[in-house]
């Protein structure tokens, strides 16, 4: 861990929190009346104290400038996004025809992709390299979601004897739904599509990875023939098991994210009544129980996407002709210094990732929820506010996933203690340095020597003849070294 020096807060947010709280204590029985008025002006001291924080947090000329800068060095490349794009949209469209005519396997016939992701959800940064798919399967019954931590892993059982292709994915008590099962068919789909499909680019090709322990998807990699140890594309495909909205969403999280003054009650609302999706996610530890090995694991990411698109408290906010804002913005540039977090402290940080980012984002954003307080001119500081959530979260241990909020994503079981203080001490020490890992190193490249007869003879280029002088030097003896010196002043004097 790095030795950082006593970080003196900036911003009392405690403080103010505690105020708002205060304002929003009732003290005694109100009239509905006056309980609107209290709501009202409490969205009003809420809205204020944001703007008093952020004009009580001093940026430097420099610091908001380097912020911006990085903020526009984000967007992908029209072109690169359109060859991307042409190339993914082929393999799916392919694959669904494949599944779709796939006889041995009736329950996958009726497949059909959800697009998820950062990349579907325009917040992708530096290149279109990753992209995530779900397979809708549709559940052919109603199942007893049993609940196996805070809300967040599940084991699926039929509540009725089952009929049809769903019962070649059960386990021996011919009621709970294998997620084993599911995923290790889908593999097996997978590489038998790969044996006939061909990518439009033809200096392209798809090659499936090793399986990951407690991974969800299928994960391919798209290389170019002539050069296989550089990835152009991930691809993770999904499988997700839709529960029909009729039956609801389990108990623990029925009452659906709290944005009501964000995205107002009637999102909230057409929220609940979305059909929930479960992927076969296994649960982490060692000595888990039978159950868990085939848990599932409920999934929001349906929901996150249409909240990416609709973000704006007033409804036409980022529209054509309407107001922009910089929220997408402020996420973009906190995935990139997770990023170089990431790149900078792998071990450290290795329980570190982008969703992370993004849960703090939308708890911010709950809270922030005025379209005025994400102006585009305000990008600065409402990223450095955005980035004092991140930074409070990690110190308090505490980071409740948005639609579990019994889940805390900060808890020793997904995040251990001692990652936790690092990635708080990096954050500061980021913040006291003027984010230099806002813009993440490129990853370095293996050296590749050039065939030589000698064993000293390295790559060296035209930018480097006096370093490949000083480095021969150095392998001489001292007193040769010196008779040479001696040598060339004596010629020069003549």
């Known amino acids: 861990m790095p030795r950082l020096r006593r970080d003196e807060r900036i911003v009392d947010r405690d403080m103010d929190r505690e105020l708002t709280l205060r304002a929003s204590s009732p003290t005694e029985v109100t009239s509905p009346c006056r309980q609107r008025q209290k709501q009202k002006v409490q969205k009003q001291l809420s809205e204020e104290g944001s703007m008093l924080v ?3 947090v001093p940026i430097s000329p420099e610091l908001a400038n380097w912020i911006k800068l990085n903020s526009k060095g984000l967007k992908i490349r029209k072109k690169d996004r359109q060859w991307a794009s042409e190339v993914v949209n ?3 469209e392919c694959l669904l025809k494949f599944l779709r005519s796939c006889t041995k396997e009736p329950f996958f016939q ?7 992701g950062s990349y579907f959800e325009k917040v992708k940064i530096h290149s279109p390299d990753e992209f995530d798919m779900m397979l809708k399967l549709q559940s052919p019954a109603r199942l007893d979601m049993k609940e196996l931590d805070g809300g967040l892993f599940y084991q699926l059982d039929l509540d009725h004897q089952p009929r049809g292709p769903i019962q070649a994915f059960l386990l021996d008590n011919e009621r709970t739904l294998s997620s084993s099962k599911i995923l290790k068919t889908m593999y097996r789909l997978v590489r038998q599509f790969l044996k006939t499909y061909k990518v439009p680019d ?13 991974s969800p998807a299928v994960t391919l990699s798209l290389y170019r023939s002539e050069n296989v140890d550089e990835e152009l594309i991930s691809l993770d495909l999904v499988p997700a098991l839709e529960i029909h909205p009729s039956q609801g969403w389990p108990a623990v999280v029925r009452n659906g ?8 009650k009637k999102v909230r609302l057409e929220i609940k009544s979305q059909p929930c999706y479960f992927v076969p996610k296994r649960m982490k530890g060692q000595n888990i129980s039978d159950e868990a090995k085939e848990s599932w694991r409920i999934s929001f990411s349906h929901i996150e996407k249409k909240m990416m698109t609709y973000h704006g408290n007033t409804k036409t906010c980022c529209e054509s002709n309407a107001t922009k804002c910089c929220r997408k913005s402020c996420l973009m540039l906190l995935k990139s210094l997770i990023e170089g977090l990431k790149q900078r402290f792998p071990k450290e940080l290795d329980d570190l990732c982008s969703y992370h980012g993004k849960t703090a984002f939308l708890h911010t954003l709950s809270v922030r929820f005025h379209d005025s307080m994400w102006a585009c001119e305000k990008l600065p500081g409402c990223f450095l506010y955005l980035l004092g959530d991140l930074e409070d979260h990690a110190r308090r241990g505490s980071l409740p996933h948005f639609f579990v909020p019994d889940c805390n994503l900060f808890s020793p079981l997904h995040f251990p203690r001692r990652a936790l203080a690092f990635l708080v001490n990096a954050l500061l020490e980021q913040k006291r340095e003027g984010l230099p890992l806002l813009k993440p190193p ?3 490249s293996p050296l590749k020597l050039r065939t030589s007869h000698s064993e000293d003879s390295s790559v060296l280029t035209e930018e480097q003849p006096t370093n490949s002088l000083l480095s021969h030097l150095n392998k001489l003896p001292i ?6 010196v001696v040598v060339f002043l004596i010629y020069v004097n003549k």
């Open 479 to 484: 007193f040769i070294v010196a008779l040479v």
């Open 442 to 444: 490129a990853p370095v």
């Open 257 to 264: 994210p709290d944005v009501n003054n964000w995205l107002g």
């Open 110 to 116: 009726s497949a059909e992709f959800l697009n998820t």
């Open 202 to 214: 033809e200096l392209c090709h798809w090659e499936v990875n090793r399986k990951r322990p407690t």
């Open 54 to 56: 952020e004009d009580s």
């Open 90 to 92: 082929d393999f799916r």
